[in-house]
């Protein structure tokens, strides 16, 4: 069973640019899976922000790809993402999600981001 | 782009009891996903592909529906059903996935 574990700063200035990342155990990203970076607010509920694949390909919100990158690092079985121009409406639960086809299928705990100054 | 409504935004029903839930999206899709969210938790995907029930979900769990609407019934409520329900689905124009706003079932 795949475990997925989000870290990153728990707040973050506006203007700024948050980092997170996501290391994934008793998997590998090797395969056909996708990961995939989804948030959730009171405000804009659960909102997918991007993914990516052991080839390379990543795939992003059209709402978010001016300011997004998600990549994969093999070696260290991580899943990382950036988000750039922070504003307040970027303050969300941020989580690292597997996918099964197109089916999230195994979510980390989640990984709260305010940002404020 | 591809919208999903859900409705009723909340449900009050009794253990026991049977649930309907309803996702409707402006167009066409394939197939939905429903996920159940209970408080603190990350979403947990009940059934995939429309009506295929995921690993360890119990069979009083069903979705089906076809083409802009979807439901999921659960038959007789139990106490650790009552939680917040989301529909998901892809789309290929523009390509990404998209998440319906949620039914909160509590209990009545």
């Known amino acids: 069973q795949v475990q997925l574990q989000e870290s990153g700063p728990g707040l973050v200035k506006p203007s700024g640019t948050l980092s997170l990342t996501c290391v994934v155990s008793?998997?590998?990203?090797?395969?056909?899976?996708?990961w995939s970076w989804v948030r959730q607010s009171p405000g804009r509920g659960l909102e997918w922000i991007g993914e990516?694949?052991?080839?390379?390909?990543?795939n992003y919100n059209p709402s978010l790809k001016s300011r997004v990158t998600v990549s994969l690092d093999m070696s260290k079985n991580q899943l990382s993402l950036k988000l750039t121009s922070l504003t307040a409406a970027d303050t969300a639960k941020y989580y690292c999600?597997?996918?099964?086809?197109?089916?999230?299928?195994?979510w980390g705990p989640g990984t709260l981001v305010t940002v404020s100054s | 782009e591809i919208v999903l409504t859900q409705s009723p935004g909340t449900l009050s029903l009794s253990p026991g009891e049977r649930a309907t839930l309803s996702c409707r999206a402006n167009?066409?899709?394939?197939?939905l996903t429903w996920y159940q969210q209970k408080p603190g938790q990350a979403p947990r995907v009940l059934i995939y592909?429309?009506?295929s029930r995921a690993s360890g979900i119990p069979d009083r769990f069903s979705g089906g529906g076809s083409g802009t609407d979807f439901t999921l019934t659960i038959s007789r409520l139990e106490p650790e059903d009552f939680a917040v329900y989301f529909c998901?689905?892809?789309?290929?124009?523009?390509?990404?996935?998209?998440f319906g706003q949620g039914t909160k079932l509590e209990i009545k």
């Open positions: 999600v597997k996918h099964l086809g197109l089916t999230f299928d195994s």
């Open positions: 008793g998997g590998s990203f090797s395969g056909t899976n996708w």
């Open positions: 990516a694949h052991h080839s390379g390909t990543t």
């Open positions: 167009q066409n899709v394939r197939s």
């Open positions: 592909g429309t009506s």
């Open positions: 998901q689905v892809y789309g290929f124009s523009p390509p990404g996935y998209t």
